[in-house]
């Protein structure tokens, strides 16, 4: 049974949620291996139209366990809220998991990161003002709190007053700012009730999945954003706090490396950028326009309109050294439906030469953009079931897609339902 990691090629927001969602029906784990309540998968299924931003999206699925992993940060608010709108919604959470590794990310951490944002004027990140670097930046600095640690309650609630109170301290002495104060008394208390309510999901999931592995499960490994917003090799600053790659999920799931049989690169059909950073083939036009409408790209946590840009073969080429891709799904090929011309960017040009490698964030500020331009078809594709169904210029630019990620592409994706995917 495939231990699959599926992982975003891009800039994120490539539609790993459906992908997750689809591939979910058939697992028997489906684990969250790094980030938090940053970025929101959008799933649509027969239950409905769904943002989750903690919990993964095999929890559509009533036989398998759902693991918020180890390599996470974790809202209190944000979880128990996803958790409430899943029980309205009638979708039975019991099967979640979540790590007693994870690190808990408290309401002063997003205050944080939007005074340092502000502090940052006009060269802002971009962040989702969730509280994701100050988590991350708190577990690295050895303050963090662990998931396991709500459990007991007498133990840890000194340990969150203590956090609580630094933050302040940060804030009003770094920023400032306002601390936190009243409020406190406030989280706390909220916190008191989550501990009762949240224990019994938290524990060891590390032998679960380790009995997954040897029981020849089907594991299903979900990354959050996209390569180009890796910590380490994405296009820092504007990276998340954590590594959305495969090996992060060695680590943020608790899999040996060896054990991952297959990754899977989610690649839109384009490319899109939420927030700050070098973005090469931005399309800040009316193609860019229309191809946001078409494809409704605004940000599924913050609402904020995507940045649109043609598909951009060396950063493709770069997420397919890094991932090692053995296979590939492609999302919104029916958002070129109506383009009579598509331009793929073939390669970079630095200071006049060619270069053949992902350059560092400031020169890729600076890079030019070398297109190719290729017939559209013009057609809708969104009912097509199978390749040979979609026009022969829609199977043409998959394959050009194959070529760049030297992996065959084994899902086509032609509109947001379920079914509007198959099997290549
Ligand atoms: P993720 O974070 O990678 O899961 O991406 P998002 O969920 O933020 O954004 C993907 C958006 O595209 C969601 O609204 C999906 O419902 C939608 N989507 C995914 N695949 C397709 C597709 O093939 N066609 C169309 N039209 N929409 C899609």
Redesign the pocket.
Known sequence: MPIRAVV?AQW?????????DLLAQYADYVVRYQGGAN??????NEHG?F?LHLVPCGIFNPRAVNIIGTGTVIDLDELVTELDMLASRNINTDRLRISDRAHLSVPSYSRLERMAEESRGERKHGSTLRGISPAYAAKALRLGIQMGELKDWGRFEPKLRELLTACDELLVKLYDGEPLAADKELIVERYRAYAERLSPYIGDTLSLLSDAYTQDKDVLLEG???TMRDLDWGIYPYVTSSNPLPGGACAGAGIPPQRITSVLG?V??FSTCVGAGPFPTEQDNETGRYLRE????Y???TGRPRRIGWLDAPALRFAAKLNGFTEFA??????LDGLPTIKVCVGYKLDGQSIDYMPLTADLYRVEPVYEELPGWMQPT?AARSITALPQAAQDYVRLIEGYLSAPATLI????ERE??FLK
């Open positions: 975003g994120g927001d490539e539609g790993k949620g459906k992908i997750v970025a929101g998968h959008t799933v649509v139209k943002a959050q954003l996209g989610v839109k059909a078409v494809g409704h790209e940000g599924a946590t492609v999302t919104k090929l029916d958002t969104s994706s032609v509109g947001p509007a995917t």
